[in-house]
């Protein structure tokens, strides 16, 4: 039986592996740099597009309106809070990335750091982005086999779809490496934005508009105006800031603002990209939680509040716009796919597997990360074979567990007494300190999402990730004051804090 949804899905994927295809091979050469960082070609319109379709992810379509259902303006504020700062937040932090990137030819994440810090600290980075990113992956993965259960009418059961778009993406990234990727992005990404706010207008509508919804929500249950939540979902200050911290440093240290940095062709589309993805950000995250919690009018009792994007969707446009609305967080979470698992691969071919084979060549790193992009995506497919945490927790706890990265990224660009030392050890104990949390949580009546996200009574009422945070920045700034600078260290000085860069 023909399925508009599933026909409209088919040919997104297929139009978007040509658009990869034909990017990649536009290009002038064929070399690494051309593979990994687009050869520094992307103008500003691609690079704002494409680093927003990488980061507004199946989280941000279906986590952020699942999340909007459960916890009403409580997400809303806690969201913005993180999200108005964000565009400031990336320049200060990667204005460097941008201008050494392209002044030293720099292709991955572990580059900054191991001319700054030396090869222990290039080796440990794309292992710790690698281990954060895997719940953010499996949350992409987990969203798409939900949609595609949903868009197929159950014809396609939840796991079957696992596979759907993963194949494409992996062909996407084969075909057309960080080009193909971020033209494919750009495409997508506009796409979805535009569905955003024909979905948002049309749930308004349903009920006359804005304000007539809103006090439609406020009579039937006001419980959603409340901060302070019931039911145990306390927005206490120290889980405002804690959810707060992890989304915003932690999206500041993934893998798309690095690899978007060095593709940039030029100062101004750097800048431009930053500022105008925060308040895209803003704008479209607004829209996506009040989505969700405007859909406690459609249904009040849903089971899974990861399905009600695509429910107000359903209830609100016609069947091809509805199929159009869910496609579109459908491309959402195949572009967040996207960039984190290239992201990786550039990171493990350019700093692990260039460090044990200093004379690989050009095609044996293509070839490497080719391989790696399959593989990631197997491993990720398999943990999200049995969903057990709602896509916006994943996605949440990925970012906490990179943000202890935080403290040797600023330490690198802005502060010359920081070690090599105290960069390896704040990254170690902070990453060491998030998965122990997660183990205990997973291995107690607790659970993981409660102990990396909820006030603990044994953490002095502070989450998982606050104290990570915390003990992270401490010993960084302990150990660096305790140790000297090697010669590493020294010679970098000079070329980190070189007063061009000012």
Not at 79 to 105: C, D, E, I
Not at 178 to 193: R, S, Y
Request: charged fraction near 10%; hydrophobic fraction near 55%.
């Amino acid at each position: 039986m023909f399925n508009l949804k599933m026909a409209i899905i088919t040919g997104i994927c297929l139009g978007s592996a040509l658009i990869s295809y034909a990017a990649f091979r536009h290009g002038k050469s064929k070399s690494a740099d051309d593979y990994f960082v687009a050869g520094s070609s992307l103008g500003y319109f691609v690079l704002i597009f494409s680093l927003l379709a990488s980061f507004l992810s199946a989280f941000a379509m279906l986590g952020i309106s699942g999340l909007g259902y459960r916890m009403g303006f409580g997400a809303l504020f806690v969201l913005t809070v993180n999200l108005v700062p964000l565009g400031f937040l990336w320049y200060f932090l990667h204005r460097k990335t941008f201008l050494l990137g392209r002044a030293q030819k720099w292709m991955s994440m572990g580059a900054p750091f191991g001319q700054r810090y030396g090869k222990t600290m290039r080796t440990i980075i794309p292992i710790v982005v690698l281990v954060a990113s895997i719940p953010y992956l499996v949350a992409q993965i987990q969203g798409i086999g939900i949609m595609i259960e949903g868009m197929s009418d159950g014809e396609i059961p939840y796991q079957a779809g696992l596979f759907f778009a993963p194949a494409f993406i992996a062909l996407y990234l084969i075909l057309g490496g960080m080009k193909g990727a971020a033209w494919v992005n750009t495409v997508q990404g506009v796409f979805f934005t535009v569905m955003v706010f024909i979905l948002f207008f049309a749930v308004m509508n349903e009920h006359g508009g804005f304000g007539a919804t809103m006090d439609r929500i406020a009579a039937n249950h006001p419980e959603m105006f409340q901060i302070k939540a019931t039911g145990g979902k306390l927005w206490s200050y120290p889980m405002i800031f804690g959810f707060s911290a992890a989304m915003c440093l932690g999206s500041v240290c993934f893998p798309q603002p690095y690899m978007h940095a060095y593709s940039s062709n030029s100062a101004k589309g750097f800048k431009v990209m930053i500022f105008v993805f925060g308040a895209i950000c803003v704008v479209v995250i607004s829209m996506t939680t009040m989505i969700g919690i405007a859909g406690k009018l459609f249904d009040p009792n849903l089971a899974n509040a990861d399905k009600i994007y695509g429910l107000t969707a359903e209830a609100t446009l016609p069947d091809w716009g509805a199929a159009l609305a869910v496609a579109g967080a459908f491309t959402a979470a195949t572009t967040t796919v996207i960039g984190v698992v290239f992201g990786n691969a550039a990171n493990i071919a350019n700093d692990l597997y260039k460090q044990i084979k200093p004379q690989a060549t050009a095609k044996q790193l293509v070839g490497l990360g080719r391989i790696c992009i399959g593989g990631i995506m197997a491993v990720c497919i398999a943990i999200a074979w049995i969903p057990n945490i709602p896509i916006a927790e994943l996605a949440v706890i990925a970012f906490g567990i990179m943000t202890v990265t935080i403290f040797p990224l600023w330490g690198a660009y802005y502060w010359k007494r920081a070690t090599r030392f105290g960069a390896i050890a704040a990254t170690m104990v902070g990453v060491g300190m998030n998965l122990t949390f997660i183990i205990r949580g997973a291995m107690s009546e607790t659970g993981v999402k409660k102990m990396l996200l909820a006030p603990q009574e044994s953490l002095l009422n502070l989450n998982g990730f606050l104290v990570s945070f915390i003990v992270a920045g401490v010993v960084f700034f302990g150990v660096s004051l305790a140790t000297s600078l090697g010669e590493t260290e020294k010679k970098s000085l000079k070329l980190f804090f070189h007063s061009s860069l000012d």
